[in-house]
Protein backbone atom coordinates (compact mmCIF):
# COMPACT_ATOMS: atom_id res chain seq x y z
CA UNK A 1 0.00 0.00 0.00
CA UNK A 2 1.39 3.46 -0.88
CA UNK A 3 0.58 6.48 1.10
CA UNK A 4 1.50 10.06 -0.01
CA UNK A 5 2.03 13.23 2.14
CA UNK A 6 1.07 16.40 0.85
CA UNK A 7 3.36 18.83 3.45
CA UNK A 8 5.72 16.25 3.49
CA UNK A 9 8.01 18.43 4.79
CA UNK A 10 5.56 19.34 8.16
CA UNK A 11 7.04 19.48 11.38
CA UNK A 12 4.26 16.67 12.58
CA UNK A 13 5.08 14.38 9.72
CA UNK A 14 7.62 12.01 12.78
CA UNK A 15 4.14 11.52 14.43
CA UNK A 16 2.63 9.71 11.34
CA UNK A 17 5.62 8.12 10.30
CA UNK A 18 6.80 6.58 13.81
CA UNK A 19 2.80 4.92 13.96
CA UNK A 20 3.45 3.41 10.32
CA UNK A 21 6.69 1.94 12.24
CA UNK A 22 4.44 -0.03 14.11
CA UNK A 23 1.82 -1.63 11.47
CA UNK A 24 -0.63 -0.37 9.21
CA UNK A 25 0.58 -2.07 5.68
CA UNK A 26 2.12 0.76 3.97
CA UNK A 27 4.68 -0.20 2.06
CA UNK A 28 5.95 3.29 0.79
CA UNK A 29 5.84 6.65 2.25
CA UNK A 30 5.82 9.09 -0.21
CA UNK A 31 6.61 12.88 1.04
CA UNK A 32 5.45 15.93 -1.22
CA UNK A 33 6.74 19.29 -0.18
CA UNK A 34 6.98 22.66 -2.26
CA UNK A 35 10.20 23.33 0.20
CA UNK A 36 13.06 20.96 -0.84
CA UNK A 37 15.22 22.09 2.38
CA UNK A 38 12.05 21.18 4.52
CA UNK A 39 11.86 17.98 2.85
CA UNK A 40 15.49 16.91 3.38
CA UNK A 41 15.44 17.85 7.14
CA UNK A 42 12.50 15.16 7.40
CA UNK A 43 13.69 12.43 5.36
CA UNK A 44 17.28 13.12 7.43
CA UNK A 45 14.78 12.29 10.94
CA UNK A 46 12.54 9.85 9.48
CA UNK A 47 15.88 7.63 8.63
CA UNK A 48 17.13 8.18 12.12
CA UNK A 49 13.17 6.82 13.42
CA UNK A 50 13.35 3.58 11.29
CA UNK A 51 17.26 2.64 12.95
CA UNK A 52 16.73 -0.32 14.22
CA UNK A 53 12.65 -0.36 13.54
CA UNK A 54 11.46 -4.19 11.99
CA UNK A 55 9.80 -3.42 9.23
CA UNK A 56 9.88 0.17 7.94
CA UNK A 57 7.92 1.82 4.54
CA UNK A 58 10.43 2.72 1.95
CA UNK A 59 10.46 6.18 1.90
CA UNK A 60 10.45 8.49 -0.94
CA UNK A 61 10.87 12.08 -1.23
CA UNK A 62 10.08 15.27 -4.00
CA UNK A 63 8.61 18.23 -5.24
CA UNK A 64 6.73 16.79 -8.08
CA UNK A 65 2.93 16.83 -7.26
CA UNK A 66 2.01 14.51 -10.18
CA UNK A 67 5.20 12.10 -9.11
CA UNK A 68 3.94 11.72 -5.65
CA UNK A 69 0.67 10.96 -6.53
CA UNK A 70 1.48 7.98 -8.65
CA UNK A 71 -0.13 4.77 -8.25
CA UNK A 72 -0.93 6.06 -4.65
CA UNK A 73 -3.88 4.31 -2.61
CA UNK A 74 -4.24 6.75 -0.05
CA UNK A 75 -3.14 10.60 0.59
CA UNK A 76 -2.76 12.83 3.41
CA UNK A 77 -3.25 16.42 2.91
CA UNK A 78 -1.33 18.56 5.33
CA UNK A 79 -0.15 21.69 3.63
CA UNK A 80 0.29 25.03 5.63
CA UNK A 81 -0.01 28.10 2.76
CA UNK A 82 2.73 30.90 3.53
CA UNK A 83 4.08 28.56 6.47
CA UNK A 84 4.11 29.87 10.19
CA UNK A 85 5.29 32.98 8.97
CA UNK A 86 1.57 33.30 7.41
CA UNK A 87 -0.16 32.52 10.48
CA UNK A 88 2.00 35.27 12.92
CA UNK A 89 0.38 37.76 10.26
CA UNK A 90 -3.03 36.75 10.61
CA UNK A 91 -2.56 36.92 14.51
CA UNK A 92 -0.96 40.40 14.47
CA UNK A 93 -3.42 41.54 12.16
CA UNK A 94 -6.60 40.48 14.27
CA UNK A 95 -4.57 41.35 17.27
CA UNK A 96 -3.97 44.89 15.89
CA UNK A 97 -8.13 44.99 15.86
CA UNK A 98 -8.87 43.88 19.02
CA UNK A 99 -9.99 40.44 18.11
CA UNK A 100 -8.89 36.60 18.53
CA UNK A 101 -6.72 35.91 15.71
CA UNK A 102 -6.52 32.30 16.12
CA UNK A 103 -5.70 30.05 13.16
CA UNK A 104 -9.56 28.39 12.73
CA UNK A 105 -11.04 30.65 15.33
CA UNK A 106 -12.66 33.72 13.90
CA UNK A 107 -11.04 36.33 11.95
CA UNK A 108 -7.57 34.10 11.28
CA UNK A 109 -9.42 31.09 10.73
CA UNK A 110 -11.07 32.84 7.35
CA UNK A 111 -7.99 34.57 6.58
CA UNK A 112 -5.74 31.08 6.63
CA UNK A 113 -8.83 29.80 4.69
CA UNK A 114 -8.97 32.05 2.36
CA UNK A 115 -5.66 31.18 1.46
CA UNK A 116 -5.34 27.64 1.69
CA UNK A 117 -8.89 27.26 -0.23
CA UNK A 118 -7.76 27.99 -3.49
CA UNK A 119 -4.71 25.31 -3.06
CA UNK A 120 -6.22 22.95 -1.46
CA UNK A 121 -9.22 22.76 -4.43
CA UNK A 122 -6.20 22.79 -7.14
CA UNK A 123 -4.86 19.66 -4.96
CA UNK A 124 -7.94 17.97 -5.01
CA UNK A 125 -8.59 18.77 -8.89
CA UNK A 126 -5.49 17.40 -9.39
CA UNK A 127 -5.66 13.98 -6.77
CA UNK A 128 -9.15 13.44 -8.99
CA UNK A 129 -7.25 13.71 -12.39
CA UNK A 130 -4.21 11.62 -11.74
CA UNK A 131 -5.49 9.39 -8.90
CA UNK A 132 -8.62 8.91 -8.78
CA UNK A 133 -9.34 5.90 -7.04
CA UNK A 134 -7.47 7.68 -3.93
CA UNK A 135 -8.99 8.41 -0.91
CA UNK A 136 -7.72 11.72 0.62
CA UNK A 137 -7.41 12.34 4.54
CA UNK A 138 -7.29 15.28 5.03
CA UNK A 139 -5.42 17.28 7.98
CA UNK A 140 -5.05 20.84 6.63
CA UNK A 141 -6.31 23.34 8.76
CA UNK A 142 -9.65 24.82 8.87
CA UNK A 143 -10.07 21.18 8.50
CA UNK A 144 -13.87 21.72 7.99
CA UNK A 145 -13.69 24.37 5.94
CA UNK A 146 -10.92 23.01 3.38
CA UNK A 147 -12.26 19.38 3.47
CA UNK A 148 -15.89 20.97 2.49
CA UNK A 149 -14.01 22.67 0.03
CA UNK A 150 -12.33 19.48 -1.48
CA UNK A 151 -15.31 17.29 -2.01
CA UNK A 152 -16.59 19.62 -4.73
CA UNK A 153 -14.05 17.31 -7.15
CA UNK A 154 -13.79 14.34 -4.86
CA UNK A 155 -16.86 13.96 -3.43
CA UNK A 156 -16.89 11.14 -0.50
CA UNK A 157 -13.44 10.15 -1.12
CA UNK A 158 -11.99 13.17 0.53
CA UNK A 159 -12.19 13.14 4.83
CA UNK A 160 -11.31 15.43 7.55
CA UNK A 161 -10.03 14.45 10.32
CA UNK A 162 -9.27 15.54 13.82
CA UNK A 163 -7.30 14.78 17.02
CA UNK A 164 -10.01 16.91 19.71
CA UNK A 165 -12.77 14.93 19.40
CA UNK A 166 -10.96 11.55 20.50
CA UNK A 167 -8.87 13.16 23.07
CA UNK A 168 -11.93 14.43 24.62
CA UNK A 169 -13.57 11.47 24.43
CA UNK A 170 -10.72 9.17 26.40
CA UNK A 171 -10.02 11.64 28.72
CA UNK A 172 -13.94 11.64 29.92
CA UNK A 173 -13.91 8.33 30.15
CA UNK A 174 -10.77 7.81 31.84
CA UNK A 175 -12.40 10.34 34.71
CA UNK A 176 -15.51 8.08 34.65
CA UNK A 177 -13.55 4.89 35.31
CA UNK A 178 -15.35 3.20 31.74
CA UNK A 179 -13.52 1.02 29.02
CA UNK A 180 -13.71 3.74 26.09
CA UNK A 181 -14.33 1.06 23.92
CA UNK A 182 -17.28 -0.04 25.84
CA UNK A 183 -19.11 3.68 25.45
CA UNK A 184 -20.93 5.59 22.67
CA UNK A 185 -20.19 9.12 22.91
CA UNK A 186 -22.64 11.43 21.61
CA UNK A 187 -20.79 13.99 20.35
CA UNK A 188 -21.26 16.43 17.31
CA UNK A 189 -20.76 20.04 15.64
CA UNK A 190 -18.71 21.53 13.03
CA UNK A 191 -14.13 21.16 13.28
CA UNK A 192 -13.20 22.83 16.47
CA UNK A 193 -16.88 23.72 17.43
CA UNK A 194 -18.35 20.74 18.45
CA UNK A 195 -20.42 19.16 22.31
CA UNK A 196 -20.18 15.98 23.98
CA UNK A 197 -23.34 15.74 24.80
CA UNK A 198 -24.07 12.26 25.97
CA UNK A 199 -21.65 9.15 26.81
CA UNK A 200 -23.63 5.61 27.11
CA UNK A 201 -22.45 2.77 28.76
CA UNK A 202 -24.92 -0.41 28.34
CA UNK A 203 -27.92 1.90 27.49
CA UNK A 204 -26.82 4.35 30.35
CA UNK A 205 -25.85 8.15 30.07
CA UNK A 206 -23.08 8.37 32.19
CA UNK A 207 -22.57 12.22 31.52
CA UNK A 208 -24.74 12.98 34.20
CA UNK A 209 -22.75 11.94 36.95
CA UNK A 210 -19.18 13.00 35.71
CA UNK A 211 -21.21 16.55 35.68
CA UNK A 212 -22.37 16.14 39.13
CA UNK A 213 -18.66 15.42 40.79
CA UNK A 214 -16.80 18.51 40.65
CA UNK A 215 -13.29 16.83 41.46
CA UNK A 216 -14.02 13.98 38.28
CA UNK A 217 -15.00 16.94 36.44
CA UNK A 218 -11.99 19.37 36.80
CA UNK A 219 -9.19 16.08 36.70
CA UNK A 220 -8.63 16.59 33.30
CA UNK A 221 -7.91 19.03 30.30
CA UNK A 222 -11.63 20.68 29.59
CA UNK A 223 -13.08 20.50 32.93
CA UNK A 224 -10.21 22.85 34.33
CA UNK A 225 -10.44 25.21 31.10
CA UNK A 226 -14.34 25.67 31.50
CA UNK A 227 -14.49 25.21 34.91
CA UNK A 228 -17.50 22.48 36.41
CA UNK A 229 -19.97 25.78 37.05
CA UNK A 230 -20.05 26.33 33.35
CA UNK A 231 -20.25 22.67 31.73
CA UNK A 232 -22.96 21.84 34.36
CA UNK A 233 -24.94 25.13 33.25
CA UNK A 234 -24.25 23.61 29.62
CA UNK A 235 -24.71 20.26 30.36
CA UNK A 236 -22.38 19.00 27.71
CA UNK A 237 -18.33 18.95 27.17
CA UNK A 238 -17.50 21.47 24.56
CA UNK A 239 -14.17 20.76 22.47
CA UNK A 240 -12.01 22.93 23.87
CA UNK A 241 -11.24 25.72 20.93
CA UNK A 242 -15.05 26.52 22.42
CA UNK A 243 -12.82 28.30 25.19
CA UNK A 244 -12.62 31.36 22.44
CA UNK A 245 -16.15 31.67 22.17
CA UNK A 246 -17.28 31.33 25.45
CA UNK A 247 -14.17 33.38 26.92
CA UNK A 248 -13.21 35.65 24.50
CA UNK A 249 -12.12 38.30 26.36
CA UNK A 250 -9.95 36.13 28.51
CA UNK A 251 -8.79 34.28 26.01
CA UNK A 252 -7.25 37.56 24.22
CA UNK A 253 -3.79 37.73 24.50
CA UNK A 254 -0.38 39.72 23.28
CA UNK A 255 1.52 36.26 22.37
CA UNK A 256 1.32 35.05 18.74
CA UNK A 257 1.32 31.24 18.83
CA UNK A 258 2.45 31.51 15.04
CA UNK A 259 5.33 33.19 16.23
CA UNK A 260 6.43 30.93 19.46
CA UNK A 261 6.10 28.24 16.91
CA UNK A 262 8.39 29.80 14.27
CA UNK A 263 10.83 30.40 16.76
CA UNK A 264 10.72 27.01 18.45
CA UNK A 265 10.92 25.52 14.76
CA UNK A 266 13.55 27.25 13.49
CA UNK A 267 16.55 25.73 15.10
CA UNK A 268 14.95 22.46 14.56
CA UNK A 269 15.07 22.74 10.64
CA UNK A 270 18.35 24.83 10.59
CA UNK A 271 19.94 21.41 12.08
CA UNK A 272 17.30 18.86 11.96
CA UNK A 273 17.85 15.46 14.01
CA UNK A 274 15.27 13.15 16.18
CA UNK A 275 16.81 14.50 19.59
CA UNK A 276 16.07 17.99 18.00
CA UNK A 277 12.53 17.13 16.83
CA UNK A 278 11.42 15.02 19.88
CA UNK A 279 12.64 18.19 22.24
CA UNK A 280 11.00 20.80 19.64
CA UNK A 281 7.54 18.47 20.05
CA UNK A 282 7.61 18.13 23.74
CA UNK A 283 7.96 22.00 23.55
CA UNK A 284 5.19 22.51 21.41
CA UNK A 285 2.59 20.17 22.86
CA UNK A 286 3.72 22.27 26.51
CA UNK A 287 2.67 25.51 25.05
CA UNK A 288 -0.72 24.35 22.92
CA UNK A 289 -3.58 26.76 23.74
CA UNK A 290 -0.80 28.50 26.85
CA UNK A 291 -2.87 31.54 26.07
CA UNK A 292 -6.09 30.28 27.42
CA UNK A 293 -4.84 28.53 30.90
CA UNK A 294 -3.13 30.44 33.45
CA UNK A 295 -1.34 27.64 34.74
CA UNK A 296 1.46 25.15 32.91
CA UNK A 297 -0.65 22.11 31.02
CA UNK A 298 -0.29 18.73 32.89
CA UNK A 299 -2.17 16.42 30.22
CA UNK A 300 -0.25 16.38 27.49
CA UNK A 301 -1.69 13.72 26.06
CA UNK A 302 -3.41 14.94 22.52
CA UNK A 303 -6.00 12.56 20.34
CA UNK A 304 -3.00 11.35 18.27
CA UNK A 305 -4.34 12.58 15.48
CA UNK A 306 -1.61 10.53 13.57
CA UNK A 307 -3.61 7.08 15.18
CA UNK A 308 -6.65 8.44 13.61
CA UNK A 309 -5.71 8.48 10.54
CA UNK A 310 -4.21 5.57 10.32
CA UNK A 311 -7.53 3.79 12.03
CA UNK A 312 -9.21 5.57 9.42
CA UNK A 313 -6.88 4.37 6.36
CA UNK A 314 -6.66 0.39 7.57
CA UNK A 315 -10.44 0.08 8.22
CA UNK A 316 -11.06 1.56 4.40
CA UNK A 317 -8.29 -0.61 3.40
CA UNK A 318 -9.02 -3.58 4.45
CA UNK A 319 -12.74 -3.34 5.26
CA UNK A 320 -11.56 -3.13 9.44
CA UNK A 321 -15.34 -1.93 10.12
CA UNK A 322 -14.79 0.69 12.89
CA UNK A 323 -16.54 3.88 14.41
CA UNK A 324 -14.57 7.41 14.70
CA UNK A 325 -15.94 10.66 14.69
CA UNK A 326 -14.86 12.58 11.70
CA UNK A 327 -15.19 15.35 8.77
CA UNK A 328 -17.78 14.53 6.43
CA UNK A 329 -20.86 15.35 4.41
CA UNK A 330 -23.58 15.31 6.69
CA UNK A 331 -26.58 14.12 4.76
CA UNK A 332 -29.34 13.76 6.98
CA UNK A 333 -27.37 12.54 9.73
CA UNK A 334 -27.58 15.95 12.16
CA UNK A 335 -30.66 18.05 11.41
CA UNK A 336 -30.69 21.68 10.91
CA UNK A 337 -27.38 21.67 8.95
CA UNK A 338 -27.23 21.28 5.46
CA UNK A 339 -26.76 18.24 3.76
CA UNK A 340 -24.53 19.18 1.27
CA UNK A 341 -22.42 21.03 4.70
CA UNK A 342 -19.56 18.66 5.95
CA UNK A 343 -19.77 18.01 10.12
CA UNK A 344 -18.18 16.52 12.58
CA UNK A 345 -19.90 13.59 13.38
CA UNK A 346 -19.24 9.72 14.68
CA UNK A 347 -19.29 8.01 11.80
CA UNK A 348 -18.78 4.03 10.47
CA UNK A 349 -15.69 3.50 8.72
CA UNK A 350 -15.04 0.35 6.12
CA UNK A 351 -14.14 -0.45 2.57
CA UNK A 352 -16.73 1.83 1.36
CA UNK A 353 -15.47 4.91 2.71
CA UNK A 354 -17.19 6.82 5.80
CA UNK A 355 -21.03 6.77 6.50
CA UNK A 356 -22.03 9.35 9.27
CA UNK A 357 -24.34 8.18 12.01
CA UNK A 358 -27.46 9.71 12.37
CA UNK A 359 -27.59 12.08 15.38
CA UNK A 360 -29.97 14.15 17.34
CA UNK A 361 -30.59 17.53 16.71
CA UNK A 362 -28.29 20.40 18.57
CA UNK A 363 -29.71 22.34 21.09
CA UNK A 364 -30.77 25.85 20.19
CA UNK A 365 -27.69 27.86 21.73
CA UNK A 366 -25.16 24.89 19.56
CA UNK A 367 -27.20 25.28 16.90
CA UNK A 368 -27.52 29.04 16.25
CA UNK A 369 -23.90 29.27 16.86
CA UNK A 370 -23.48 25.75 13.98
CA UNK A 371 -25.58 27.59 11.48
CA UNK A 372 -23.92 30.81 12.48
CA UNK A 373 -20.02 29.52 11.67
CA UNK A 374 -20.95 27.36 8.91
CA UNK A 375 -22.48 30.79 6.93
CA UNK A 376 -18.72 32.03 7.42
CA UNK A 377 -17.20 28.74 6.46
CA UNK A 378 -19.36 28.87 3.03
CA UNK A 379 -18.80 32.80 2.89
CA UNK A 380 -15.21 31.60 3.13
CA UNK A 381 -15.29 29.31 0.57
CA UNK A 382 -17.08 31.31 -2.22
CA UNK A 383 -14.49 34.26 -1.92
CA UNK A 384 -11.61 31.46 -2.18
CA UNK A 385 -13.56 29.80 -5.18
CA UNK A 386 -14.63 32.63 -6.93
CA UNK A 387 -12.54 36.03 -6.10
CA UNK A 388 -15.48 37.60 -4.64
CA UNK A 389 -14.77 40.56 -2.63
CA UNK A 390 -17.74 41.09 -1.42
CA UNK A 391 -18.29 37.07 -0.23
CA UNK A 392 -14.73 37.57 1.83
CA UNK A 393 -16.26 40.91 3.67
CA UNK A 394 -19.21 39.00 4.35
CA UNK A 395 -17.36 36.11 5.99
CA UNK A 396 -15.08 38.77 8.55
CA UNK A 397 -18.43 40.58 9.25
CA UNK A 398 -20.65 38.05 9.80
CA UNK A 399 -18.34 36.06 12.41
CA UNK A 400 -19.37 35.69 15.93
CA UNK A 401 -15.93 36.90 16.90
CA UNK A 402 -15.84 39.94 14.75
CA UNK A 403 -17.83 42.87 16.17
CA UNK A 404 -17.85 45.27 13.52
CA UNK A 405 -18.29 45.58 9.81
CA UNK A 406 -16.25 48.55 9.78
CA UNK A 407 -13.43 46.04 11.38
CA UNK A 408 -14.47 43.53 9.34
CA UNK A 409 -13.18 45.98 6.31
CA UNK A 410 -10.36 46.80 7.79
CA UNK A 411 -9.45 43.35 8.63
CA UNK A 412 -9.63 42.26 4.70
CA UNK A 413 -7.80 44.93 3.71
CA UNK A 414 -5.28 44.28 5.89
CA UNK A 415 -4.72 40.82 5.05
CA UNK A 416 -5.15 41.45 1.70
CA UNK A 417 -2.09 43.87 2.19
CA UNK A 418 -0.14 41.36 3.84
CA UNK A 419 -0.22 38.14 2.03
CA UNK A 420 0.57 38.03 -1.87
CA UNK A 421 -1.93 34.48 -1.28
CA UNK A 422 -4.85 37.21 -1.15
CA UNK A 423 -3.98 39.31 -4.20
CA UNK A 424 -6.81 37.55 -6.02
CA UNK A 425 -9.12 39.67 -3.45
CA UNK A 426 -7.76 43.31 -3.99
Known sequence: MRLAILGGGGFRVPLVHGALLSGGGVTELVLHDVDAGRLGAMERVLAEQAAGARTAPRLRTTTDLAAALSDVDFVFSAIRVGGLRGRRLDEQIAHAEGVLGQETVGAGGIAYGLRTVPVAVDLARTIAELAPKAWVIN???PAGMVTEAMTAHLGERVIGICDSP????????RALGVDPAAAWFDYAGLNHLGWLRAVRVGGEDVLPRLLADVDALESFEEGKLFGADWLRTLGALPNEYLHYYYFAREAMSPQSRGAQLLEQQRGFYAEPSLMSWERTRLEREATY???TREGERDDLEGGGYEKVALALMRAIAYGERTTLILNVRNGSALPGVPGDAVVEVPCVVD?????PLAAGPLDDHALGLVTAVKAVERATIEAA????????LRAFALHPLVDSVSVARRLLDAYVAAHPELSYLA
Open 351 to 355: ANGAR
Open 139 to 141: FTN
Open 289 to 291: MAE
Open 166 to 173: VGLCRRVA
Open 385 to 392: TTGSRDAA
